[in-house]
């Protein structure tokens, strides 16, 4: 995740309990007796463009081992002289491995945390805590995904995409970005377009591609022209509502999102990350943190009016 949490199955929508040992290589479920705070060093830390700083850490616990796709951690930014966060932010994992113990985060610079975070310099150490959160569900016998993808959340789903190539799932892919140089392809991608089918698509802000309209249209041509086993998306406040609606139109697509939302624990206690959800017609407030951040589309309440 990012400054806000992004964005694991949560109870609702995670597999039946019959699938699980079958899934057990592909599925993902909460590993909360995992949970723990880590000492890492620094290992690399770069800028990638003009606002996003790629983060790799080293610790001595099995990171990679533990840590599943759509999954974060609260990372204790270092002070500085002008730059005090309080807070441990928490930010969704971009990477793990090869090694055990370690774990790449990509974030956009942008407030008192990540600029702090920014200064922490290579053989430095910082503090981190998780696995938190849920996971996505990628069940082995899907064929094909849409993942839809904006700004950093592009960090919080490329894990995704490596699983799914590992497993042999067919990509669809849709990147937006404000433009060109904003988008971080490859970074996102990391190979997997080359390991399996993938039909990649970028869209702009700065050509129009990415509005709503044009999405739309994107989305069910690719929509019609195969079947899609689940839809993912995280990134985008629009691109979410767009996809829940489009969706009833495709009942046999399931949809899955990363919710960010700025947090406080990261552990479900202080309850500053509640949101809105309608499961059902059951309506009720739950935590992004500790029930999600990974929920259904289909059970995210856009707009909430109190009074």
Same mark, same amino acid.
């Given at each position: ?41 620094? +290992? ?16 001595? +616990?099995?990171?990679?081992?533990? *840590? ?25 994992? =971009? ?50 995904? !849409? ?29 937006? +970005? %404000? +433009? ?6 490859? /970074? ?32 069910? %041509? ?27 139109? =495709?009942?046999? *697509?399931? &949809? ?9 624990? &990261? ?7 509640? %949101? !809105? ?25 856009? /707009?909430?009016?109190? &009074?």
């Amino acid at each position: 995740m990012t400054q806000t949490a992004v964005d694991n199955p949560s109870p609702p929508f995670a597999p039946a309990e019959a699938k699980v040992a079958a899934a057990a290589k592909v599925c993902f479920q909460r590993n909360a007796d995992s949970v723990a705070s880590h000492r890492c060093k620094v +290992a690399e830390h770069r800028w990638v463009n003009d606002r996003y700083k790629y983060l790799k850490l080293t610790a001595n +616990a099995d990171l990679a081992g533990t *840590t599943k796709p759509g999954q974060f951690y609260q990372l204790k930014c270092p002070g500085t002289n002008d730059l005090s966060p309080f807070l441990l932010r928490p930010m969704s994992v =971009y990477g793990v491995g090869p090694e055990a113990g370690t774990i790449e985060f990509l974030y956009n610079v942008t407030g008192v945390g990540t600029h702090a975070l920014s200064h922490l310099e290579v053989g430095g150490h910082m503090d981190i805590v998780g696995p938190l959160g849920n996971t996505f569900v990628l069940e082995p016998g899907f064929q094909r995904i !849409l993942v839809v993808a904006r700004g950093v959340g592009l960090a919080t789903m490329a894990p995704l995409l490596q699983h799914a190539a590992k497993a042999g799932i067919k990509i669809t892919a849709i990147m937006s +970005a %404000r +433009a060109p140089k904003d988008l971080m392809r490859d /970074e996102f991608l990391r190979g997997a377009d080359q390991q399996v089918q993938a039909d990649v698509h970028c869209v702009y802000d700065s050509d129009g591609s990415s509005s709503v309209e044009a999405m739309e249209l994107l989305v069910r %041509r690719l929509l019609d022209a195969e079947h899609h086993d689940v839809a993912y998306t995280c990134g985008s406040h629009r691109v979410l509502m767009l996809l829940q609606r489009m969706l009833k139109d =495709y009942p046999r *697509t399931r &949809g899955e999102v990363a919710m960010e939302q700025r947090m406080a624990c &990261g552990m479900g206690v202080c309850l500053s990350c509640v %949101r !809105l959800f309608d499961k059902d017609g059951d309506k009720q407030f739950l935590r992004v943190c500790r029930e999600g951040p990974v929920f259904p589309i289909s059970d995210v309440v856009g /707009e909430v009016e109190f &009074g």
